[in-house]
T-cell receptor, first 112, second 109 residues
């Protein structure tokens, strides 16, 4: 049972570069989410998806792009990375909108 | 708007009981979740309350009072492995989770 996996686990890049974080789940969950976690803040929702080809903005979507062509994958792209996007990024999924969300191990992203 | 408050840090002794409080303000409510997060790891689901009252799961219990905008997580028979951050999250009227900043629980022998 692989569950939900994120890649890479760690990434260092430079400002202005494009970077894509991958998320894959094997539960066939309808809902998938991207969060960022920064010291002193709770998890903040970047984007979410209710099903393939349906995505919606969360609390902090600026500077990020998502797609969901297949149910199991939900990549997050930073089109032109900025230092303020240095963070730990978590992907999560749930079967329905009010079921508990299950999280991947996270990607620690540093932008220099 | 919505707001969630929980203490930043708490300390307790191995074998004891600790209660972590969470207060919230919201215009729409679809449940209150508690997650555990060990340092450097992903959050893991602990409990979910949508109705008032106490939900018990082994050593962990969670309580909700919707009229008071208040929840707590009760941990009994504390073990060293319970040292972690505990995250309170409110599910709003759009079924989105609004997260507290977390309570870091330190367990001392």
């Amino acid at each position: 049972d692989a569950g939900i996996t994120q890649s890479p686990r760690y990434k260092i890049t430079e400002t202005g570069r494009q970077v894509t974080l991958m998320c894959h789940q094997t539960w066939s969950h309808s809902y998938m989410f991207w969060y960022r976690q920064d010291l002193g803040h709770g998890l903040r929702l970047i984007y979410y998806s209710a099903a393939a080809d349906i995505t919606d903005k969360g609390e902090v979507p600026d500077g990020y792009v998502v797609s969901r062509s297949k149910t199991e994958n939900f990549p997050l792209t930073l089109e032109s990375a900025t230092r303020s996007q240095t963070s730990v990024y978590f992907c999560a999924s749930s079967g329905t909108e009010n079921q508990p969300q299950h999280f991947g191990d996270g990607t620690r992203l540093s932008i220099l | 708007g919505q707001n969630i408050d929980q203490p930043t840090e708490m300390t307790a002794t191995e074998g004891a009981i600790v209660q972590i409080n969470c207060t919230y303000q919201t215009s729409g409510f679809n449940g209150l979740f508690w997650y555990q997060q060990h340092a450097g790891e992903a959050p893991t689901f602990l409990s979910y309350n949508v109705l008032d009252g106490l939900e018990e799961k082994g050593r962990f219990s969670s309580f909700l009072s919707r009229s008071k905008g208040y929840s707590y997580l009760l941990l009994k028979e504390l073990q060293m492995k319970d040292s972690a951050s505990y995250l309170c999250a409110l599910m709003d009227s759009n079924y989105q989770l609004i997260w507290g900043a977390g309570t870091k629980l330190i367990i001392k022998p």
